[in-house]
């Protein structure tokens, strides 16, 4: 009782007191409820007209800023001089700036990333070190899931300089499978059979053609690229059926694989061949 008794209840009350304490419920009713609606509104402007990258940097950007103008409102309001705040931020901050330069370079970084754009949120990338799908873009970091459900974060400094494959940036993409054949299979008969695979294959496109050519001479046969095309979604159906399809058209044409030999030769100067690989000819 003797510390309301202490109270100046007519300080407290006054008009002035009041509103400012009106004021300042106003300011922490728009920090949490106008300014995530205002975020929501903006997201939805911008979503059908630029990348989810841009759009997530502008509304964390606006989200920061009004939070940051909020309660300096707020503060200035209930009469707290902001000078020796801003002052002591300043040092502060420039204190933190030279401590974390790798920090300052990852924020340049992503917004290069940003305004090149070699990737976009939901694409596949592959780095030097894994291979994923983008969830976000963000000012430090890139944030990626790899297709055994692990989360990885890699720095936007590394993106920037390094070689970056985005393997989802076009509608379709091609498979290469590379066979390689004995010298004395008829090759012609092989570049058939493969093409038919591919019109068979009803998830390869013809348009581009499919591609079938020999690619390489190597000392146990002739390497054959076997290419074909396929919207981007089908990969894995793709890859398991062409596989399948053409080991099976081999080996029904009874075209063997050819498989690398080597000879090693005992002390008497005797060779005994060794296959490396398969211990079959067949596919």
């Given amino acids: 009782m003797a510390v309301l008794q202490e109270v100046d ?3 407290l009350l006054s008009p002035e007191t009041v509103i400012t304490l009106f004021r300042v419920v106003l300011y922490a009713a728009l920090a949490f409820v106008g300014l995530p609606v205002f975020v ?3 997201r939805r402007l911008l979503r059908p007209r630029t990348t989810a990258q841009v759009t997530m940097l502008v509304t964390k950007s606006i989200s920061y800023v009004g939070i940051a103008i909020i309660v300096s409102i707020v503060l200035l309001e209930l009469g707290v001089n902001l000078t020796p705040i801003l002052g002591a931020a300043g040092i502060v901050g420039l204190a933190v700036g030279i401590a974390s330069q790798a920090s300052l370079s990852n924020m340049i970084s992503g917004l290069f990333l940003v305004s090149e754009k070699p990737f976009s949120v ?3 990338i592959r780095t030097p070190d894994t291979v994923g799908i983008v969830e976000s873009i ?3 970091s890139v944030k990626i899931r ?3 459900n692990l989360f990885i974060r ?3 400094e590394k993106l920037a300089s390094n070689q970056l494959t985005n393997i989802t940036r076009y509608p379709i993409r091609r498979l290469d499978v590379r066979l390689v054949l004995p010298f004395d299979v008829d090759l012609k008969l092989v570049l058939d059979l493969l093409l038919q695979v591919a019109r ?3 998830d390869c496109l013809q348009e581009p053609a499919p591609l079938v050519v020999p690619d390489t001479i190597l000392e146990h046969g ?4 076997f290419g074909v095309w396929f919207a981007k979604a089908d990969f894995l159906k793709v890859k398991s059926e062409l596989y399948a399809s053409t080991l099976a058209r081999l080996r029904e044409a009874g075209i063997p694989l050819a498989i690398p030999r080597r000879e090693i030769h005992g002390p008497s100067g005797s060779a005994i061949p060794v296959s490396v690989g398969p211990e079959s000819d067949e596919p």
């Fill in 9 to 11: 209840w007519n300080t």
């Fill in 40 to 42: 929501i509104i903006v």
């Fill in 122 to 124: 939901g694409d596949v």
């Fill in 138 to 140: 963000d000012l430090l």
């Fill in 146 to 148: 790899t297709f055994d």
């Fill in 154 to 156: 890699v720095p936007n």
């Fill in 200 to 202: 068979d294959n009803a």
């Fill in 222 to 225: 002739t390497q054959i690229l």
